[in-house]
């Protein structure tokens, strides 16, 4: 039980800087990892909440296609965010 | 820099202060099941012919939702399309791609997708996954595939988006079929287990569940593919199209 809250916390936090960064970075290709790597955290908060099901296409959605859209999109557009 | 780390380093600690105090005042996760959940558990296996009660909520106890769901995923793509009528995605003349070292793990990369998506499908009726997740995952590839190789490498094999267009509404009106097949023996549309057998020599594919979980992975891994294709399309190409009309 404690484990699970443990790792909910840290998980979540974690996610926290993750899209801190991501909003914050210049560089949009970086922006993505970044975003990506908030998807993780919240697919290790899923499976910590025992639903293996949500998980799945969490990750297959947020991290694998959501993640390579948006390469193509940007690959459209400018690398560089510009204040 | 140093501020922001010790912000983060306050949320910490709060939240790591907060889950135990959340223990030490004695909150537990709920362990009895409530009366819905524990019909599920109990009656699954029996209504539906299926160890996971996921799968078979999704698509037999609420099955007429997830096949309206799919009816108004299908119809938003026929609006997508229309953008993009005309529009064909063309090789390069000179196929361009990433380095070689990126090429080989690719290689390797997508064998291991596509082998774990086909059991992610595959075994949507006994263990948690499904067609969605298993389309999803073996779309991922032609994602891949696309900007690594280039996209003269699914061209030539033949994988064109106009193919992709017709496997994804081949599967998606064997799917409408198999929903509506009970209909003529005078049952109830999305009928499972009254009308399809819960195992075939054997195997257990708990009726009906296991054909809608195949044709969805079906139709969601060619139309995200399509999708793939429909991106490498360059700007200019796909403006020309538009202004046509």
């Known amino acids: 039980m404690i484990v699970t809250l443990l790792l909910l916390a840290v998980a979540a936090l974690l996610s926290l800087v993750f899209v801190y960064l991501a909003v914050f970075e210049r560089d949009l290709m970086k922006a993505i990892v970044f975003s990506a790597g908030q998807s993780i955290c919240y697919s290790i908060m899923l499976h910590a909440m025992a639903a293996p099901d949500i998980t799945m296409t969490y990750v297959a959605v947020s991290v694998g296609l959501y993640s390579a859209l948006l390469v193509f999109v940007v690959s459209k557009t400018e690398r560089y965010e510009e204040v | ?245």
């Open chain 2, 1 to 245: 820099m140093r501020t922001s780390l010790v912000v983060l380093l306050a949320l910490l600690g709060a939240a790591l202060a907060a889950s135990g105090a959340l223990v030490a005042l004695g909150l537990k996760a709920p362990l009895a099941l409530r009366e819905l959940g524990l019909y599920y558990v109990l009656n699954t296996i029996r209504d539906c012919a299926s160890p996971e009660a996921v799968a078979a909520i999704v698509w037999d106890y609420r099955g007429l939702d997830t096949i309206y769901e799919t009816a108004v995923l299908y119809f938003a793509l026929v609006g997508g399309l229309a953008i993009f009528r005309a529009a064909k995605a063309q090789g390069f003349k000179k196929p361009v791609g990433l380095t070689e070292l990126s090429k080989t793990s690719t290689r390797l990369i997508s064998l291991l997708i596509a082998a774990v998506s086909v059991c992610i499908a595959l075994h949507g009726h006994l263990t948690p996954g499904g067609g969605f997740p298993g389309g999803s995952a073996l779309a991922v590839v032609a994602m891949l595939a696309v900007p690594i190789y280039s996209v003269n490498s699914m061209l030539e094999r033949g994988i064109t988006s106009t193919k992709l267009i017709a496997v994804r509404g081949a599967a998606l009106t064997a799917l409408g079929l198999v929903a509506l097949l009970p209909v003529i023996r005078g049952l109830e549309i999305v009928t499972n287990q009254r009308f399809y057998p819960g195992a075939v020599l054997g195997f257990t594919i708990s009726g009906s569940i296991s054909m809608y979980n195949f044709f969805e992975f079906m139709a969601v891994a060619s139309g995200f593919a399509a999708l793939a294709l429909y991106l490498s399309i360059p700007e200019e190409a796909f403006r020309e199209v538009v202004e046509r009309g």
